[in-house]
């Protein structure tokens, strides 16, 4: 079953006044249990708006949004239960902290859902050396810690209740490369030790390409596609076209095939780039490259 | 939810109104003031609200704009008017228990409704067609006569005008914080009294965190832009008045004429 599911989901911000603006516009979306998605969009595509729905922060103006099959705006449905089941972090999730120390900080979400001392301990702990934060960091005070410690704490805070579904919003935002990866390579164990579902918004393609099970495009409010990351970059004209990067490795590819060269368009890491090449020189020699 | 105040808010629009020099507007709303409060019967009163009206179908805003403005208000108004209706003297109207209801206290007290939600409709009519910054411009320029007296007029407009401007600003600020701490299971919405007020350490820390990296920001910015204070500094926007700044004048001035006549007419014909 889907875990999250949207139906025709539409939402206008400011309605009614002289600053209207849709966007998110009429998304039907279903994504399974266990997925890696990358969700991409430029500016202002409506990413933003559309995973703050999944926990509840925003009502929708019309549509419905379903997480494990229940409709969270329904009556009976406390939203609160919702945000434990989805783990949203935010840009810049250090200008959240608020605590006296690290320990206390982390430990704020799993005190909100009511746990006993004996697991809140061992889920801060736990998730502290998850991030990367050493124990003798928790006795600190959050304001203490390098900006990059400081984001890894707070993103500690979110994933210490263990959400079925974890969101992060532009992760890497703000980090150097060396950051990025680091950030990036951590969602993905994350991803793999737990088994939940994992959402990661991004304007950056490559950033998402590397580990994303699916890939959900956004433009201008719309789902532009939501599919394997080999099916979407198939799609690399089109995608470049509404002005998103695809990977550079990508757009070789499809220089490459617009000069006439028979290879494939779902080429997105530069190790299968490599395999691909390969193949096509032991099929067809070398003399099909230096046609072109 | 914050999103939604829309006190001080600016609507950039373009229309008679939205095009009129600063300085006069703020003329205008003081007149308009003036004339509310000197308004001593109910004819008067009416014809002040004319004068109201005329600026708001100049103004083209939509009617839900300024009924959403009245909003934070209503229980001021509410609480004098109950004050107005029992403690005034006058002809008893009807009597319950110790309670005594007077002919003077509805007519006071309806006064003061009218009064009081025209004067926040005039000054939001103000709000909602002239920018921030160029209200605090308007202001700078009109106090100007006072930094003769080596009031620091300059450095007080700066100072409204950044206040002014961070408003917005620290709204989303709050907005999304809330936002996260609800995220990570804060509950807000319930609770006595003491829980919820706990509940909003953690919105307010952090805000007050960020403000004050954010002032630090500006201030270094501003250094490194040279800034040193108001002297010798110029305008990019002058302000510039016009024949229909003069005409609007003219119009307010004639409204509030029209106001006394009616009230010292009402005085000399008793």
Sequence with gaps: ?292 | MLKDITIGQYFPMDSAVHRLDARFKIVITAIFIVMIFSADSFPALILSLVFFVIAFLASKLSPKLIIKSMKPIIPIIIFTSVLNIFFIDGVTVFHIWKIRITDNGLITSGYMIIRLIALICGSSLLTYTTSPIVLTDAIEQMMKPLSKLHFPVHELAMMMTIALRFIPTLIEETDKIMSAQKARGADMDSGTLVERAKALVPIIIPLFVSSFRRAEELALAMECRCYNGGEGRTKLKTLVSGGADYAALCLSLLFLGGVMIIDMGKIIFR
């Design chain 1, 1 to 292: 079953m889907a875990v999250i599911r949207t139906e025709k989901l539409t939402y206008t911000y400011s309605q009614g006044t002289p600053f209207e603006k849709t966007a998110v516009n009429n998304v039907d979306l279903e994504i399974e249990e266990g997925e890696l998605v990358g969700v991409i969009g430029h500016t202002g595509s409506g990413k933003s708006t559309l995973i703050q729905h999944f926990n509840g922060l925003v009502k929708p103006t019309s549509g419905k949004v379903f997480i494990d099959g229940t409709d969270i705006w329904s009556k009976d449905v406390k939203l609160r239960d919702i945000r434990f089941k989805v783990g949203l972090v935010f840009q810049y999730p250090e200008y959240q902290i608020f605590e006296d120390t690290v320990y206390k900080d982390i430990a704020f979400g799993p005190k909100n859902m009511g746990l006993d001392e004996a697991e809140i301990d061992k889920r801060v702990r736990e998730t502290a050396e998850l991030v990367g934060i050493s124990p003798e960091l928790l006795k600190k005070s959050p304001f203490e810690l390098s900006g990059g410690q400081k984001r890894r704490g707070a993103i500690a805070g979110v994933m210490a209740r263990r959400p079925t579904v974890l969101v992060r919003d532009e992760p890497a935002a703000g980090l150097d490369p060396k950051g990025r990866e680091n950030v990036l390579d951590q969602i993905k164990q994350y991803h793999d030790e737990t088994k939940s579902t994992v959402l990661l918004v991004s304007h950056s393609m490559e950033d998402v390409a590397r580990f994303a099970s699916k890939i959900l495009v956004m433009n201008k409010g719309e789902v532009l596609c939501y599919d394997t990351p080999p099916a979407v970059f198939a799609r690399a004209e089109e995608i470049s076209s509404v002005g998103l990067s695809v990977p550079q490795i990508t757009r070789i590819f499809s220089l490459l095939r617009q000069r006439g060269i028979d290879i494939r368009g779902d080429v997105y890491t530069v190790e299968f780039a490599l395999k691909t090449i390969k193949e096509y020189l032991e099929k067809n020699g070398r003399g099909g490259l230096e046609n072109a």
